[in-house]
Each structure stands twice: as C-alpha cells, then as structure tokens.
C-alpha cells in the first residue's frame, strides 16, 4: 500500500493547535485500546482454496456471490469454522459431501459467520463449504485510516453513467480487512490460499484479477464470464477484482507477462507511465537474488481510489494520479508517481511472497516498500535522487513529535489502521538504509534473500528478518532491533567542536538530548585538513561522548555522519565558514542541502553568496530549486551576481520545474525588460513553465494576462492551470468564474485546495449573488467532506473572510450563505 502524499498539508499546519470538543474524550477511550495486547489471531482453521462466481447488479450497487471455500484444521481438531463477512445477505451456506450441499447451521452478526461444521475434522482433513450470498458495500459502515480513507472492499463507480466524464468502473480495495467485504473469509494476513474467481461482467468490459486468466465464455444476455486462476497461495486482502473500459499495453520481463491497463484517452502513453516497469522488476531479482515469483505483473488506473497504490498480487492497481499525457508527464519527476510504481513491485516480495503475519509487524511489507523507493532512486537517478527522497521522507517523520513515541514493531494500537503510518512508511525505511550502510550492501541484500527464500509463500516477523540478517553477517543484531524495531523514537544529536592547536586536537562534542531510550550509533566521521579527507568510523554508545582526533592543521570541516545516513534530529554548531568549504568539498546532497541552508540565512556574507551563486548550477535540480527559491533578491550583490544564471536556467535547463522556478524570482522583480523572456517561456510544452510564465506576465500587465489566459483553456494542467485560475480569480471578474468554477468542482481534492486562497478574493468581489453562492457552496463541501484531514479552520477562515466581503457588498443572501457554511463546517465529523 502507497500512501498518498498528505493532501491539504498547509491546512493542517495553519490549523496546528485546534482540536475538536470530544478530544479529551476520543483520547480517554483510545489510552484504554492502547492497553489492549494486539495478539496474533490464532489459527483454529487454515484456507486452502477460494472459488467465487460473482455478478454485479450496477443499480444497487450489489454483488452477487457464490464461493466454495476449502479448508482444514490448523493443528487441533475442531467441528467449529468463523468467517468474517461484513454486511452481507447469506443466502445458503453448506458443507459440500460428494458433490451435494448439505446445509449447516449458523449465526451470524453481520460481521462474523460462526459456523457449526458437520462433525469434527482434522488437521489431515480438508472440508469445502459453499456460500451464496449478496455483498452490499454501499450500505456498510466502515472506518479507513490515514493510509486507506475508506474501507468498503467493493466500490462502484459512476455505475448509472450519469457523472460526466468519468468512467463506469468496479474495483476492489482489500487491506487491511476488507475483503471479506465481497466475499467470507478467514480476512488475516497469516492466511495464504489458492484461488479462482469467475466474473459475470457486460461483455463491452474488461476484467482484471490476480493470477492468469484461464478462459472467457461470451453469453446470450450480452455478458462475458472471465475466470483467472491464481495458483500461488497468498492472502485474502491481496485479493483483487477491477472490471471497465481499460485499453491493455502489452509489455514482457524474460517471459512473463507485464501488462498496464489504462483508460482509453491515457493508452497512449502507458509505455511513458509504466515503461520501466521491465527494467524494475529486472532489478530487482538481480539485487534480491529472488526471481520475479508470479507468472504475471498488471499495473491498472482507476478511478476515485481511496488510497495511492494497492500491490493486489499480480495486479497492482492505482489511483489516478499515476498517469498522465506527455505534455503532464514532461513535469513529473521521481516523486509524482515513479516512486509508487517502485513501492508497489517491491511488494511483490515484502508483502506478497512473504507477508507479514500480522498489522503488529508490518514493517516486514511497508518499510520495505518504502526503501526501495530510495533504492531504485539510487540505481536510476543517481544518489543524489535517492538522498534527497530518503531526507524528505525522514523529515516527515520528525515533522511530528507524536511519532517518537511510537515503536516500529507495534503490539499496542488502538485500531489496525493506525499502524500505516509515517512510523511503519518512512521511519521504517530510514531504519532499513541505516541497516544497509552499517552491514554493508553485500551482507544486507545476502540476509534479505535469506529472509525471502526462507519464508517463501508464508508469513515474516521482524525478528526472522533479525535472524536472516545475522545469518548473513556473523553479527549480533538484537542491538539494533531492540532499540529501532522495538523501541520509540530518534536520537537528537547536539553537535559542537574544539580545535587544540596546541595539542593538535580536534575534539567532538557528541550530546543526545532526547527523552527516552540512549541509542547505540555507529557513524563515519570524515576529517577534511591540509587538503585531505580522513574517514574514521566511530561508535556513540551514551547519551554524550567525547570524540578526539588528531591533525596536522586545523581541519576545514569536521562532517559528523559523513554518509548522512543517521535517522536523527541533528543540531550541528558548524561556522558559516565551515559550510561554505563543505558544499564546495563533500560530496553528498545533503552535505550541499545543508550549506545552502545555512547559506541563505546569511545573504550578506560573500562566501554565502558565493555558494548560492554555485548552487543555482548544483549538478542535482532539487538543489539548484532550493538554491533558486532561497537567493534574496532584494540584496544588490545576490541579485546582480544571478539574476544573468536565473536567465540563463530559464532558457536552458533541462529541468522543467527548475525553468519554472527561476521565472517565478525573476518575476518578482517586475521588470519590463523580462516580457519577452516569459512570452518565449510560454511556447514551452511544459506546463509548469507555461504556468510560471504566465504569472509572470500578470506581475506585470494583468490585462494582457486575462486573454492570455482565455488562450490556455482548452489545453491546461498542473502549473499552467493554477496560473489560469491564478490570473482569473485575482484579475478577472463574473466573465471568468464559469470557468473557475467548473474547473474546482472538477479538479481532484488537492487541486480543489489549492484553488481555495484565490477563489476566496474572486468571490468576495464577484457581481453575482448567485455565483458567490455557488462558490460558498462548493468551499464548503471541501471542507466538509475532508475536515477529518485537518482543514476544518481554515476553510472556516476562509469562509468569514467571503463574509465579511459579501456583507460589504450589501449582498444579505450570500453573507448568510457564507455563515451557514461556516457552521455546516464546524458541524461536520
């Protein structure tokens, strides 16, 4: 499972310290579940086989089912079976004895099938009961969880046809335990079973699920029957089903099948979205020592999904914003969709061919996944890519101080969902690279591969990956997974330095200033002197120590962490000085990252300046952007010394958002001069720096803007559209907010939220009453549906501030509109 990026994440910071009435309570009840030991399920009954037969009634959003799930004691022998099976019909439900259905008897809650089998079966015994029964997920009350924002397993989209522009779809969505939302199982990650699904669907229609598909039978009522067969044993909640208009691209890696399902308007460019899937998969066995194990990989696109990415096995499925046409992926860089095409693969080894036997352990799938986007970043786009992926990641988890008090491996939780969090994802994969860097690359792969062939088609737990490490390595780990697996939180290192010129002695001043547990660190600390680097490898056992070095001259820099690989909060009393000869010397991402930090907090000095000046030209283009954003454009030397580089970067880099980024400093300088420079920028096929430009231009003449803008409408994403919106909701008036409107109510959530701010001003002055209130209207439904994400005050600010502007205007109806807004807001869950 990918997470989505957090959506709305200005709003939640904006809306820091504001909580709702019941929280005292809500965390009263959730300190008792936190008591609770989250025990692994025990296994009474083991599945072995999974048929289903389902058709789909569109209209009322049901499935009808018929299974034949096979079965057999675990160990002790039982005349008792309880499937989960949430909100269902059931219909019959029997034991079938040589080809006929003898019923048994049952009760059932709705959520929970306890069944009184037949006699009392064994554990060399296999049974197989037959259920018929209608799933009915629009009429289940589920929770999901940051990571999955709804769980109702089964999900129809536009099935009567009627939203415009959106295809009619039927997806599943399994994890955690949502699979036995369309159809009874034992919904455990421990289980493993076989499976056959045959689906009824319009013949127009494609199908998709787990495994190979086996035969397609066209029938007389205008339906086909399609049964894919998934040989291979795996879990219920990686159980997929997707069936609509999907064009099919074709692909292969070695022999097998790799397949990329799209809607027809974006098959054009499955090869530019999912082209390097091959090469992936290729890299993946190699570096494993673990061939691809399935007899197929599908990555398919839908719809309104609930989450990023699903890695179902065989058959990944996607949320939207994966794809793209040329012109929107001329813009998307490692993070806006390749990092989860890499999550997601990986997971078919961590997570699929071993899964984790529990929610408690899902490190084993998750922190996985989120490694190897790092990895792959490493291998395909150079270190730079993967350090400054991992650094924004760890920088998510420290964002929070709640997150410290949170093991990795964790057996106290209040609900499962909680447990997909920026602990599982991003920690986790800090702590996996910090592994990584202390073993070696040919120990930790070795014990990877060991922890994959080992519990091959079954279930991991952190300490068999513990053991499958050691086994590698000949070294003792229960160190290392006692205080990053089962203990909470990070080092806060407090860095200082002493140079004796006496004693010609360097000494490092090593301060752990967290609460909490002392962690045991081994690093590399590099010595730069008298032209030279010296790496000496160190360990910090307690909470402070003194390191001592010995040098000829005073070092130029003394770079603590000098593979910046610690998953720490680092306060590093380094002079000005020092970081500037560290960008021009270490060779790392973060080691220029943080010179360039430093460095645009002290414009004034000539060596600051001299490695911004360099840095807008840093070899990584995330750099030359932090570069761009940073130089004050207001101090004369900074600005003569680059305004000629910004110029430069937006005629000739090769990085379309570094382009963008340098029209938007240069455009803060509203000079005349520039106009020609941005009309070029326009021609551009990127959409950002077409976006760029045109803010640009509006800086300068706001009119010349408007039918600039008008130019753009039917062809306009990412950048160029929130600059169209951009340029009508502060410039234009009622002839545009058709426009504007239709393009919000269309856009995705974080588009919607992004348009917020500017839409606001445009409807405080807006002619129409009517169009004011279609306005207040469509704000207040994002802040509504999405107020458990945080935005609940900001929309609400905005709301008074659309008030207080139609009250100006002596419009009565829409400040009232506005007003109830703001209390349908503060009302909602």
């Known amino acids: ?168 779809q039927i997806w599943t969505q399994g994890e955690t335990e949502s699979s036995s939302a369309w159809f009874p199982t034992i919904d455990k990650p421990e289980q493993k079973t076989t499976d056959e699904i045959s689906m009824t669907v319009p013949a127009k229609y494609v199908t998709l699920s787990n495994g190979r598909l086996a035969s397609q039978k066209n029938n007389a009522d205008g339906t086909r029957t399609d049964t894919w067969k998934m040989e291979l044993p795996h879990s219920p909640y990686l159980f997929m089903m997707a069936v609509g208009d999907f064009k099919i691209f074709h692909d292969k890696w070695r022999n097998k099948e790799v397949n990329y399902y799209l809607e027809p308007k974006y098959a054009p460019y499955a090869k530019e979205i999912f082209g390097m899937t091959p090469e992936l998969i290729e890299f993946y066995s190699t570096t494993l020592g673990v061939d691809f194990p399935w007899n197929k990989y599908s990555q398919i696109v839908v719809r309104d999904y609930v989450s990023g990415a699903m890695e179902n096995t065989t058959a990944t499925l996607h949320g939207e914003y994966v794809q793209g046409t040329h012109r929107e992926l001329i813009d998307a860089y490692y993070n806006d969709g390749r990092s989860t095409i890499a999550h997601e693969l990986f997971h078919q080894w961590f997570g699929d061919y071993v899964t984790a036997e529990s929610w408690s352990n899902l490190t084993v799938n998750e922190s996985f996944a989120d490694f190897s986007e790092m ?34 491996v964790r057996f106290h939780y209040d609900d499962k969902e909680d447990v997909f969090d920026v602990v599982t994802y991003q920690k986790g994969g800090r702590i996996l690279n910090m592994l990584r860097n202390y073993l070696g690359d040919a120990a930790f792969f070795k014990g990877l591969n060991i922890y994959l062939k080992t519990n091959a088609f079954k279930t991991g737990e952190a300490q068999q990956l513990r053991l499958a490490l050691e086994d590698a390595s000949g070294l003792d780990l229960n160190w290392y997974f006692n205080q990053w697996y089962y203990g909470a939180g990070n080092p806060a290192l407090k860095i200082s330095y002493k140079w004796d010129e006496g004693a010609k002695t360097e000494t490092v001043y090593l301060e752990q200033t967290q609460t909490g547990q002392t962690f045991i660190l081994p690093f590399a600390v590099d010595i730069y002197a008298g032209g030279k680097k010296e790496r000496h490898k160190v360990w910090m056992r307690d909470k402070a120590d003194t390191l001592t070095f010995h040098a000829e001259t005073k070092p130029e820099l003394v770079n603590v ?60 283009y995330g750099l030359r952007i932090k570069a761009i954003r940073a130089i004050n454009m ?10 000629p580089v910004l110029v430069s970067l937006v005629q000739k880099d090769d990085n379309t958002l570094v382009r963008a980024s340098a ?167």
């Open 1 to 168: 499972m990918k997470k989505l990026s957090a959506i709305f994440c200005a709003a939640l910071f904006m809306g820091a310290g504001f909580a709702p009435a019941t929280a005292q309570q809500q965390a009263n009840a959730a300190d008792s579940l936190l008591k609770i030991y989250r025990a692994t399920p025990p296994k009474i009954n083991d599945l072995i086989h999974t048929k289903l037969d389902v058709r789909f009634d569109y209209k009322k959003r049901y499935m009808y089912g018929k299974e034949w799930v096979t079965l057999k004691p675990h160990f002790y022998p039982t005349d008792t079976l309880r499937l989960d099976a949430k909100g269902m019909d059931i219909k019959t439900l029997a034991v079938v004895k040589n080809g006929k259905n003898i019923p048994l008897k049952f009760s059932y809650d709705s959520l929970t099938l306890a069944i009184h089998l037949d006699k009392v079966y064994h554990n060399n015994e296999n049974y197989t009961i037959y259920i018929d029964y209608t799933s009915k997920p629009n009429e289940l009350k589920v929770k999901g969880s940051a990571a999955i924002n709804d769980a109702k397993g089964l999900y129809f989209i536009n099935p009567d046809g009627t939203e415009k522009g959106k295809p009619t």
């Open 634 to 643: 207001d101090n004369d030397a900074v600005r003569n010394a680059a305004q």
């Open 663 to 829: 029209i938007a400093v240069l455009a803060k300088l509203k000079a005349p001069g520039m106009m020609n420079l941005y009309k070029e920028a326009l021609t551009s096929q990127s959409y950002a720096v077409q976006g760029a430009a045109l803010n640009a231009i509006a800086t300068l003449d706001p009119a010349q803007a408007i039918p600039l803008a008008k130019s753009f409408e039917k062809d306009n994403k990412g950048g160029l559209t929130a600059a169209i919106m951009h340029v009508y909701a502060t410039s234009g008036n009622d002839a545009q907010w058709p426009y504007v409107y239709n393009a919000f109510t269309e856009g995705t959530p974080q588009t919607k939220f992004n348009m917020t701010r500017d839409m606001t001003g445009m409807i405080g002055r807006l002619t129409s009453a009517e169009y004011a209130q279609q306005g207040i209207a469509g704000i207040r439904d994002l802040g509504v549906k999405y107020k458990s994400q945080g935005i609940g005050s900001f929309i609400t600010g905005l709301l008074q501030n659309i008030k207080t502007e139609r009250t100006k205007l002596n419009d009565t109806l829409s400040a009232q509109a506005a007003d109830k807004a703001i209390k349908d807001v503060n009302d909602a869950k």
């Open 375 to 408: 990895l792959w970043a490493e291998h395909k786009y150079g270190k730079d890519e993967a350090d400054a992926h991992s650094y924004t990641a760890m920088l998510n988890y420290l964002r929070n101080p709640e997150n410290a008090t949170k093991n990795l």
């Open 561 to 620: 962490d000098g593979d910046k690989i610690l998953l720490a909060d680092k306060k590093d009393s380094k002079t000005l000085n020092e970081y500037i000869f560290q960008y021009f010397n270490a060779p790392l991402y973060l080691d220029r990252f943080e010179a360039i930090t430093a460095a645009a907090a002290t414009q004034s000095d000539k060596g600051a300046q001299k490695v911004l000046i360099a840095a807008l030209n840093d070899k990584y």
